[in-house]
């Protein structure tokens, strides 16, 4: 039968699974006491590291549903929980991994999905949540200028269309001329 506090400690990692965008898995032997806190600063305030016991996070783990993180857990494993942007927590890890050669990353899971070692660090490398979505949004912006600039060509096009149209009609006084004429003439 499992300790209290081991049963307690299970529960939290369960809350911090659940609370968190994201985890990040790393390997972290070799990682000197300072090298981790100088580790945990560099990561942000939405990031928390911590050192696992893999039999606590394997049961953490599967009572938070997600249970397909058991095989990253082989090894010494430490586990980033992201509250923040998963992506710019990402690259704050593999650019840490750089810095502390003994720091090597496991995997991920992100949005439902484990992702072994080399899909987590291709996260590193895509723009982080703010530059997409600016992206995007400059984006549409262009479709919309494009779309409106079409429509007022079509409006310039149809008014062309209509002063063409107007011009081919004779006006009110030039139609009532002949008739006039035709009246006079029936009358000789």
Same mark, same amino acid.
Request: glycine share 8%; no cysteine; proline share 4%.
């Given at each position: *039968?499992?300790s209290?506090?081991k049963?307690? =400690?299970?529960a939290?990692? %369960?809350?911090?699974?659940?609370?968190? =965008?994201?985890?990040?898995? #790393?390997e972290?032997?070799?990682?000197?006491?300072?090298?981790?806190?100088?580790l945990?600063?560099?990561?942000?305030?939405?990031?928390?590291?911590? &050192?696992? %016991?893999?039999t606590? *996070? $394997? $049961?953490? /783990?599967? @009572? #938070?549903?997600?249970?397909?993180?058991?095989r990253?857990?082989?090894?010494?494993?430490?586990?980033?929980f992201? /509250?923040g942007?998963?992506?710019?927590?990402?690259?704050?890890?593999?650019?840490?991994a750089?810095?502390?050669p003994?720091?090597?990353?496991?995997?991920?899971?992100? @949005?439902?999905?484990?992702?072994?070692?080399?899909?987590?660090?291709?996260?590193?490398?895509?723009?982080?949540?703010? &530059?997409?979505?600016?992206?995007?949004?400059? +984006?549409l912006?262009?479709?919309?200028?494009?779309a409106?600039g *079409?429509?007022?060509?079509? =409006?310039? $096009?149809?008014?062309?269309?209509?002063?063409a149209y107007?011009e081919k009609i004779?006006?009110?006084? !030039?139609?009532? /001329?002949p008739? +006039?004429?035709?009246?006079e @003439?029936?009358e !000789?």
């Amino acid at each position: *039968m499992p300790s209290p506090e081991k049963v307690e =400690q299970v529960a939290r990692l %369960k809350e911090r699974i659940s609370s968190s =965008q994201a985890l990040l898995l #790393a390997e972290y032997r070799g990682l000197s006491v300072q090298d981790a806190t100088e580790l945990r600063r560099s990561l942000g305030q939405d990031t928390r590291f911590s &050192v696992v %016991k893999n039999t606590l *996070m $394997r $049961r953490a /783990a599967g @009572e #938070a549903g997600v249970s397909e993180l058991e095989r990253l857990l082989e090894g010494p494993t430490a586990v980033a929980f992201v /509250a923040g942007d998963p992506v710019a927590a990402a690259k704050r890890l593999v650019e840490a991994a750089k810095r502390f050669p003994a720091l090597g990353l496991k995997g991920a899971f992100v @949005e439902g999905r484990v992702l072994g070692a080399d899909d987590a660090r291709g996260l590193a490398e895509l723009e982080s949540r703010d &530059v997409m979505l600016s992206r995007l949004a400059g +984006a549409l912006k262009a479709e919309m200028s494009r779309a409106a600039g *079409m429509f007022q060509a079509l =409006q310039g $096009r149809f008014l062309s269309v209509l002063e063409a149209y107007k011009e081919k009609i004779p006006s009110g006084e !030039e139609a009532e /001329a002949p008739e +006039a004429q035709t009246s006079e @003439e029936g009358e !000789e």
